[in-house]
């Protein structure tokens, strides 16, 4: 079966431009986080959802940082105005359900790695 | 707050030795989840394992093996008779119970450590 699945896989930009990253998480899966990766880094938490429901932001770095799943499935990562240091792997990741059960283990996607110049 | 710490930056070794990766975390709650995860060459992230608070016994899964210690708030990674293929970043993380309360498992990661297994 089809995994989490974000594109583009590489972009480029120049400072100041808005970028919209998208992630299409695995068919059924009701949570779906979004995690940013610094080089040389561990992923760093962002934003979740469950369904179409923002339910944490509390990662986002700022107000340029915005996401949205309005359909409870597919999510884009918007980023306004882009600076040089948001530069880095943004990661999306989908699970089942978003409880403590056995069959809730976060899937991620192979990123979207973002250079601004 | 929560915190994870792997210690080991780089780790190289020569193909059929074992090798441990360390992970120390820190953590307020009771209850609490720890998860390993493999990013290959190839950059994607690959779930290994996943263990609760609750359940100290050790795993083994093949030439793997994962030794989780309360006392000293480790949960640390073997991998016995290494081989080229186990090359790769591996990250420890760590999801506290207020977290899944709310019907989420929000990860916090370490910085992980790069294995290299050379022929």
């Known amino acids: 079966g089809a995994g989490v699945s974000q594109s583009p896989r590489y972009k480029v930009t120049k400072r100041g431009q808005d970028v919209a990253l998208r992630c299409d998480p695995i068919?059924?899966?009701?949570?779906l986080y979004w995690y940013r990766q610094a080089l040389g880094q561990g992923p760093e938490f962002l934003t979740y959802?469950?369904?179409?429901?923002?339910?944490?932001k509390s990662g986002l770095p700022n107000d340029r940082f915005s996401a949205e799943r309005p359909e409870g499935s597919i999510s884009t990562l918007t980023i306004q105005r882009t600076e040089q240091r948001d530069s880095a792997m943004y990661r999306c990741?989908?699970?089942?359900?978003?409880?403590?059960?056995?069959?809730?283990?976060?899937?991620f996607g192979p990123g979207t790695r973002l250079t601004v110049l | 707050a929560q915190k994870v710490t792997q210690a080991q930056t780089e780790i190289s070794v020569v193909e059929k030795e074992d090798v441990t990766l360390d992970c120390v975390y820190e953590?307020?709650?009771?209850?609490?989840?720890l998860f390993w995860y493999k990013q290959p060459p190839s950059g994607e992230l690959v779930f290994l394992i996943r263990?609760?608070?609750?359940?100290?016994q050790n795993e083994i899964s093949g030439r793997y093996s994962w030794n989780f210690q309360k006392s000293t708030s480790s949960f640390n990674f073997t991998i016995t008779a290494s081989q080229v293929v186990d090359s790769a970043v591996y990250f420890c993380?760590?999801?506290?119970?207020?977290?899944?309360?709310?019907?989420?498992?929000?990860?916090?990661f370490g910085q992980g450590t790069r294995l290299t297994i050379n022929p």
């Open positions: 990741a989908s699970s089942l359900i978003g409880s403590h059960t056995s069959t809730d283990t976060q899937y």
């Open positions: 068919s059924g899966h009701v949570s």
């Open positions: 959802f469950n369904y179409e429901a923002q339910q944490d």
């Open positions: 953590t307020r709650d009771t209850t609490y989840y």
């Open positions: 263990r609760n608070s609750f359940d100290e």
């Open positions: 993380a760590l999801s506290e119970a207020q977290w899944i309360i709310q019907g989420a498992q929000k990860l916090v």
